[in-house]
């Protein structure tokens, strides 16, 4: 009699998404206190800004104030709408190369013994690195910034699918071959279906590389943009612009990620059921 | 011990056998880790005949049905189907021991995507996979996701796919063993109305005595690892024009069952 509801209390969906909610709040709220209490203690706005002075921020550079229009000409959400932007880009492309790259290499046995080191070294190297060579290449505009994010989100998508490709799980191979499906048929049915998880995940990855990537990318000339607005500010010391900055990228990558595991389960719905 | 030679040739005649596995052993893997799972054996399937393969639990029945089907290559010997070596998807129908339904098609579609490899058009597809199910008992299951229904419908399902091409051949590795014993009564008496009418050729796998007895024309015990064949058995039981419980009823019936079920628990130690 008493055993029944407390066993039933944490299976009702309602009531746990609302702890997990109140839970979240309850950290931020945690978060925003700790914050204000170190700026008062430190005293030290362009050490740490105070979070009033990013919230006023926030109304500054999201309106056009005294003839300005928000930072450097353009509202906030115009630079960030320019970093989302190329990050798309980037990503599109990246993730394309990076299935096209990989079903080969999973597929085709000497191209990835030629191509995984390759993708491997490119892996390891930070962006930066080659962003320099992009931009003696393709000049300071919007070539190099979106070759430098292609190529960052390309390894992670082409690994993932590659591994994905070469695990396919012989039982289905098996059982579709049994029904006469041929190599092709094979690799449609079976093949790219039981990858999609494991290359959603290399997707994931992939995005969230891109936006790391933007804001190196964005420091040369990158106004427009969350990157070149956060340079600027560096440079006259607007720790409470800086500190905007990357909250604006940090929350649009929160929900970006969001987007792509409610994709993920839309496309997915066998996930972890195979 | 084998049967008798005279009698494979009078029902298969002149003609190329169905299956003819000889001297087959097959062996897994190498060296210390190597594995016989099979043989040698020698074995002659003539056209139209239902032989049912029983034995105890890893005796190498599904590794012979592989063999037939050409997803394994014997170690020695040789393997026919209908006088050529065969190929996966080309010689054979084949259900597995497991359902191996794929997961990101819907019951049904798991189905059509069987048709649709024999050619079978968009249209007549979405008329025959209903029908297929059916057939195996299922109904108003086509749109589910396969991991939403149980065990025993998927392996009907797996049944279903399997009967969508008409292979002159079908290999089935214990298809109703996961079924309660209502269903599985139900489908039994069908396959055998069903090979006896076609005169399709089977190979069927079981570990049930009776429903070796029940479905097979020929039934073949096959010993512990390695298998080989320890009883070959043709069942003179009338195939069609009797009801399934008059067929249990009859002295022949218990006898073959007493006989078989002798062979295997000796062919088991
Ligand atoms: N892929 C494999 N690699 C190594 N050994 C295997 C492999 N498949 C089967 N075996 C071994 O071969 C033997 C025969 O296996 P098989 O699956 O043919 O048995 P079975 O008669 O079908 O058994 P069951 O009735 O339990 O299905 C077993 O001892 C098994 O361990
Ligand atoms: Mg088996």
Redesign the pocket.
């Known amino acids: 009699m008493t055993a029944a509801p407390t066993i039933a209390r944490p299976a009702n969906p309602g009531s746990r998404r609302g702890r997990g909610l109140a839970l979240r709040l309850g950290a931020i709220a945690v978060l925003l206190v700790l914050w204000q209490l170190t700026a008062t203690v430190m005293r030290n706005p362009t050490f740490i800004p105070y979070p009033e002075a990013v919230w006023d921020r926030l109304i500054e550079t999201s309106t056009t104030h005294d003839g300005v229009r928000g930072y450097s000409g353009h509202l906030l959400i115009e630079h960030l709408g320019v970093s989302l932007r190329r990050i798309l880009i980037g990503s599109v492309i990246g993730v394309a190369g990076g299935l096209l790259l990989g079903v080969v290499m999973g597929t085709v046995g000497w191209i990835r013994v030629v191509t995984e080191p390759v993708v491997t070294f490119v892996r390891a190297l930070p962006p930066l690195a080659y962003f320099s060579l992009f931009i003696i290449w393709f000049g300071i505009d919007e070539a190099p910034k979106l070759w430098l994010l292609s190529i960052a989100a390309l390894p992670p998508v082409a690994v993932a699918t590659a591994s994905a490709v070469q695990g396919a799980p012989a039982t289905l191979v098996e059982a579709v071959r049994a029904l006469g499906a041929g190599r092709w048929q094979v690799t449609r049915d079976v093949v790219l279906p039981q990858a999609l998880p494991e290359i959603f995940t290399g997707i994931r990855l992939a995005v969230g590389i891109a936006y790391s990537s933007v804001v190196a990318a964005e420091t040369v000339n990158g106004v427009p943009g969350i990157g070149g607005m956060v340079r600027d500010a560096q440079r006259y010391s607007q720790t409470d612009v800086v500190v905007l900055g990357l909250f604006a990228i940090g929350l649009s990558g929160l929900a970006i990620d969001a987007l792509l595991r409610t994709a993920e389960k839309r496309l997915i719905p066998w996930r972890g059921r195979a | 011990m084998s049967s008798s030679p005279e009698l494979a040739v009078s029902t298969a005649g002149a003609a190329t056998p169905a299956v003819r596995v000889r001297e087959v052993t ?1 062996v ?2 190498n060296g210390s ?1 190597a ?4 043989g040698p054996i020698d074995l002659t399937v003539p056209a139209g005949s239902v032989l049912v393969l029983v ?12 063999l037939v089907a050409g997803f394994e290559r014997p170690s020695t010997g040789t393997v026919r189907v209908a006088g050529e070596p065969p190929r996966p998807g080309h010689s054979a129908g084949l259900v597995f ?1 497991q359902p191996r339904l794929l997961p990101w098609r819907s019951v049904g579609g798991n189905v059509a995507l069987a048709l649709r490899y024999a050619g079978v058009p968009q249209q007549e597809r979405a008329r025959r996979v209903p029908e297929l199910l059916t057939r195996v008992g299922l109904r108003d299951v086509a749109r589910r996701r396969v991991w939403e229904i149980s065990g025993g419908q998927q392996q009907r399902v797996a049944l279903a796919r399997a009967l969508a091409v008409e292979h002159p051949l079908l290999l089935l ?2 298809p109703f063993a996961a079924l309660d014993a209502l269903t599985r009564e139900r489908l039994q008496e069908d396959f055998r109305r069903v090979t006896a009418e076609t005169g399709r050729t089977c190979v069927f ?1 079981t ?1 049930s005595v009776d429903e070796a007895v029940f479905l097979g024309s020929r039934v073949v015990v ?1 010993t512990s ?3 080989r064949v320890a009883l070959d058995l043709d069942i003179d039981l009338p195939r069609t024009g009797v009801e399934p419980d008059e067929l249990r009823g009859l002295p022949e019936y218990a006898a073959l069952r007493a006989t078989i079920g002798h062979a295997v628990r000796s062919a088991a130690v």
Do not use: F, I, N, W
């Open positions: 097959h897994y893997g880790a594995v016989t799972a099979v034995g105890a639990s890893g005796c190498g029945k599904s590794t012979l049905l592989r021991q590795d214990e796998v570990h096959l690892r390695p298998g």
